[in-house]
């Protein structure tokens, strides 16, 4: 129940943003609700990354990218391949993370 509410409540944020404001608007509005959410244990450290990300912000995202990576998110299966990330390509932690997410691929038996 309380990852519902959490959903909703990113949810609610996203279309009020974007009635105001459009994509950004959109962003800029569930920007503090998903942050508050994963601090709360309740969302995705990965989808706060990308929002950070696609809002143009570099050093915020990277502490919740290395969270998601500890929590081994799926979504970073797709992290090279999606364009909110595009911001974050040249820093050294964003290639450290991707580095150990392909080595963990290339085993795929080990934990």
Avoid: C, W
């Avoid at 998903?34 to 912000?57: F, H, I, N, W």
């Avoid at 969270?67 to 081994?72: F, I, Q």
């Amino acid at each position: 129940m309380r990852h519902d509410d959490a959903a909703f409540a990113v949810a609610t944020a996203t279309e009020e943003g974007y009635s105001a404001g459009g994509p950004d608007g959109m962003r800029k509005n569930m920007l503090p609700v998903q942050k508050q959410m994963v601090d709360r244990g309740l969302g995705s450290p990965y989808e706060l990354t990308g929002t950070y990300a696609s809002l143009g912000k570099k050093e915020e995202p990277l502490r919740y990218l290395q969270t998601a990576y500890e929590k081994r998110e799926v979504g970073l299966l797709f992290l090279n391949h999606d364009a909110n990330f595009n911001v974050l390509h040249d820093g050294l932690a964003y290639q450290e993370i991707t580095e150990r997410v392909a080595e963990k691929l290339s085993k795929p038996g080990e934990q």
